[in-house]
């Protein structure tokens, strides 16, 4: 089986640069080598942290959100309702949830289908193991073969979108217009390489006021990513009634456009060190970019959702914190350990400022 280096370089040497989309599709999800097809630890000893790895009270918030959710929701048919949650990893915030939800929620615990989206043997595997003998628990490849499902529930995901593949555009101030940075290979290794914005990424970048466009510096650099807008969309077409949500890194309105950012955001992460290179090892290391949720806002939009909210995770977990010590859930008995999980979530020099949260409904 030819690593994912090798791929790359085969596709580039045949038919000449290829986008960074492409490239980081090959790192990440080439069948059997890519980052996410082999099997990863998650957590203090892998190479990212999550809001899962911090402990089970982010599932528990979560858990007592969408039973809340669940109550307001038409049930199937069938009587039933779904919670469908995509890019699981290891299956942990599911065996969260579903541990919450059993012992605090049992009545609707047993009317609940949990569906997982995955695509991946490998991940599918994974979280098998981890849900052996949970009742209810089922498993799709793709948005398409949950649309034939009609949802009537919530579907959600944590930190999915941010790992899709991404264009990188780069902006030039003398022809004012946008290029593209593609990937090409060296003589020393992988490279960057200015080309003309294809038409993927053509399609998918949104309308610039121009007097934004005046101001920008040369060579400003965007990430876009149709691959989440298309699965936004997907998903939104699986959905009957209820919740679509996302927990990732990413920008609000006009943020993406902000001076600061003129390098963009892509970034590699292996054992917890953040590195620049991202066409370094591609297969060997984690690659991200922040999600343009105001892109996927309007996406939603076009697909017949309603905004919820589009809040940091800091502001979105207190709520529900507070809402749950109302309620009497068990959050007023939390321990020490679990009080450090809730600051670890919400704080914003942790994961509480970094983390946005989109919610939308039909």
Not at 143 to 164: K, P, W, Y
Not at 214 to 238: H, K, N, Q, Y
Not at 277 to 287: A, C, M, S, T, Y
């Amino acid at each position: 089986m030819k690593s994912p280096a090798a791929e790359i370089r085969a596709e580039i040497e045949q038919d000449g640069p290829i986008s960074f989309a492409r490239f980081m599709e090959k790192a990440l999800y080439a069948p059997g080598s890519g980052y996410y097809e082999r099997p990863r630890e998650i957590g203090r000893r892998g190479d990212f942290f999550t809001s899962v790895s911090v402990g089970p009270v982010f599932g528990a918030l979560l858990a007592f959100q969408f039973a809340r959710w669940l109550e307001e929701i038409a049930p199937s048919a069938s009587g039933r309702r779904q919670l469908v949650e995509a890019g699981a990893h290891d299956g942990q915030l599911a065996l969260d949830v579903l541990n919450w939800l059993r012992q605090r929620k049992p009545e609707i615990f047993a009317s609940v289908d949990y569906w997982m989206i995955e695509p991946s043997p490998v991940r599918r595997a994974a979280q098998e193991k981890k849900l052996e003998g949970w009742p209810n628990v089922k498993w799709v490849k793709d948005t398409e073969e949950l649309g034939a499902l009609h949802v009537q529930g919530i579907i959600f995901s944590n930190e999915l979108l941010d790992a899709m593949p991404v264009h990188r555009l780069c902006w030039d101030a003398m022809e004012k217009k946008w290029m593209e940075w593609s990937v090409d290979w060296k003589s020393n290794g992988f490279g960057w390489q200015k080309t003309p914005l294809s038409k993927e990424a053509a399609a998918c970048l949104p309308a610039i006021d121009s007097a934004v466009e005046a101001v920008l510096p040369d060579g400003f650099i965007i990430e876009l990513s149709p691959g989440a807008s298309r699965w936004w969309t997907r998903a939104a077409g699986s959905l009957g009634n209820g919740k679509l949500l996302a927990v990732d890194y990413g920008f609000g309105d006009d943020e993406w456009l902000r001076p600061g950012l003129s390098t963009g955001t892509l970034r590699a992460y292996r054992g917890h060190r953040i590195s620049e290179n991202v066409l370094e090892d591609p297969g060997e290391q984690d690659i991200t970019a922040h999600v343009n949720f105001p892109i996927v806002h309007t996406t939603g939009e076009a697909a017949g959702l309603r905004i919820g909210a589009l809040v940091r995770q800091s502001k979105f977990l207190t709520e529900i914190f507070q809402s749950g010590l109302k309620e009497g859930t068990g959050f007023q008995d939390w321990t020490s350990a679990e009080i450090r999980q809730f600051q670890t979530l919400t704080h914003p020099e942790h994961l509480g400022h970094r983390f946005r949260v989109l919610v939308q409904e039909r």
